[in-house]
C-alpha cells in the first residue's frame, strides 16, 4: 500500500539552528510529494511540494527535493525562525489526487 | 479570495447523538476531501468527492459515518451515535484539478468536535 513515514518528534531546536525533518514514502506508481504545514491555531496551508523526480520544491527558505532514489523527500531549513513553530506534514498523491496520503506529523519548537 | 470555510468551528455532542459537519469549498474547486486529525495522530483520510464521479469513501472508519456534497459545492459529513473515540478535528480540504493530478489542496479550519 502507500504510506508516508516522518521522523518522530517532537523536535526542538534553537533559533537559527539547522533543520532536517525526514520523510520517505512507500507508494504504487510515481507519486507528488509534499510538506504542508500547520500553525498553531491555524488550518492547514501548502508549504512546497515536488512533482517529479529530482525536482525541489521551495518556499520561506524551506526547502525539499524529491528524491525517487530513496523514495524520500526530507525537508530542510538552514536557519529556523521562532516563527516556524508547528506541525510539518509529509504527504503524497497519486491516481490524479485521488489518493492523498498523510504522514503524522512532526512538531517542531524553535526556541529564542 | 474566500478561503475554505467549515462550520462549526468547535461542536461539544453527548455520546450516541448524531452530529453535521458542514464545509464550504472554493469556488469553483470539483474535488472535496475529508479528513480526521485525532489527537496526536496524522491525517487520516475519510472520504473524497471528484464533479459528478461516485465519491471514494475507502476511508470511512464505519457505517455510522456518511456524507454528502449538494450540487457540486457544499458538503456534510454526519456523524450517527457519536461515540468517544470520534472526538477529533474534522478537515474539508478543495482543490481545482484543473491541472491534472498534482494539484494542492487547500484546507479549512477544522471542526474540533468532543465527544463527551
Known amino acids: 500500500g502507500n504510506s508516508v513515514t516522518q521522523m518522530e518528534g517532537p523536535v526542538t531546536l534553537s533559533e537559527e539552528a539547522f533543520l532536517t525533518i525526514n520523510c520517505t514514502y512507500t507508494a504504487t506508481g510515481y507519486p507528488s510529494l509534499f510538506w504542508y504545514v500547520q500553525y498553531p491555531g491555524e488550518g492547514l496551508q501548502l508549504l512546497l511540494k515536488a512533482t517529479k523526480a529530482d525536482d525541489k520544491g521551495s518556499n520561506k527558505g524551506f526547502e525539499a527535493t524529491y528524491r525517487k532514489e530513496t523514495t524520500s523527500f526530507h525537508l530542510e531549513k538552514g536557519s529556523v525562525q521562532v516563527s516556524d513553530s508547528a506541525v510539518y506534514f509529509c504527504?503524497?498523491?497519486?491516481?490524479?489526487?485521488?489518493?492523498?496520503?498523510f504522514g503524522p506529523g512532526t512538531r517542531l519548537s524553535v526556541l529564542p | 479570495g474566500a478561503g475554505v470555510s467549515q462550520s462549526p468551528s468547535n461542536k461539544v455532542t453527548e455520546k450516541g447523538k448524531d452530529v453535521e459537519l458542514r464545509c464550504d469549498p472554493i469556488s469553483g474547486h470539483t474535488a472535496l476531501y475529508w479528513y480526521r486529525q485525532s489527537l496526536g495522530q496524522g491525517l487520516e483520510f475519510l472520504i473524497y468527492f471528484q464533479g459528478n464521479s461516485a465519491p471514494d469513501k475507502s476511508g470511512l472508519p464505519s457505517d455510522r459515518f456518511s456524507a454528502e456534497r449538494t450540487g457540486g459545492s457544499v458538503s456534510t459529513l454526519t456523524i450517527q451515535r457519536t461515540q468517544q473515540e470520534d472526538s477529533a478535528v474534522y478537515l474539508c480540504?478543495?482543490?481545482?484539478?484543473?491541472?491534472?493530478?498534482?494539484?494542492?489542496?487547500?484546507f479549512g479550519p477544522g471542526t474540533r468536535l468532543l465527544v463527551l
Open positions: 504527504a503524497l498523491s497519486l491516481n490524479y489526487g485521488q489518493n492523498f496520503v
Open positions: 480540504a478543495s482543490s481545482p484539478m484543473d491541472r491534472g493530478p498534482f494539484e494542492t489542496q487547500y
